[in-house]
């Protein structure tokens, strides 16, 4: 008798920053209930989102928004992050900076090279649950120095 595949598991991931650090653990079924449930996170100001396929091992697609703006970090495995979403046409002055908040409660601050429209984070999210990878019409990259400093890496 064949062993039957298990179904692969989706978990999304929040933590809201207002008006306290507060975490939420959804399990996603379909991305009809993806989409419901983003929904209710799409006029925040800022949240972090992660979507988890089977607990990370499956890999992840994390989105942390504030404000009208994104980082999306993708990693195909647990441990192994592949990329960043970045915008090539931003122009900023090369000290600019969007402050992110991380779900440990931790500020990072990010250039705007490195962000995407909070929008596309929300189009990646359910493209990351359809097709299990992240979405080829957000250009991916590696900071050539460092995530506050505009750049792609070789």
């Known amino acids: 008798m064949a062993k039957r595949k298990p179904q692969t598991r989706y978990t999304l991931s929040v933590t809201l920053f207002n008006p306290k650090l507060a975490h939420e653990k959804h399990d996603v079924a379909t991305l009809d209930d993806l989409r419901k449930l983003l929904t209710g996170f799409k006029r ?30 993708f990693f195909p495995s647990l441990e192994a992050l592949d990329s960043y979403a970045y915008n090539p046409d931003d122009n900023s002055p090369e ?18 090279f490195w962000t995407v429209p909070k929008a596309e984070a929300f189009r990646a999210l359910e493209h990351f649950f359809a097709h299990a990878d992240r979405p080829p019409s957000v250009a991916w990259g590696t900071p050539a120095k460092s995530l506050s400093k505009p750049g792609v890496g070789k």
Not at 55 to 72: F, P, S, V
Not at 99 to 104: C, E, G, K, S, Y
């Open 44 to 73: 925040r100001k800022q949240v972090a989102l992660y979507l988890d396929r089977d607990e990370g091992e499956g890999g992840h697609l994390m989105a942390h928004i504030t404000e009208d703006r994104a980082w999306l970090s």
């Open 95 to 112: 000290d600019a900076y969007i402050p992110f908040r991380l779900d440990n409660g931790q500020k990072d601050t990010v250039h705007p």
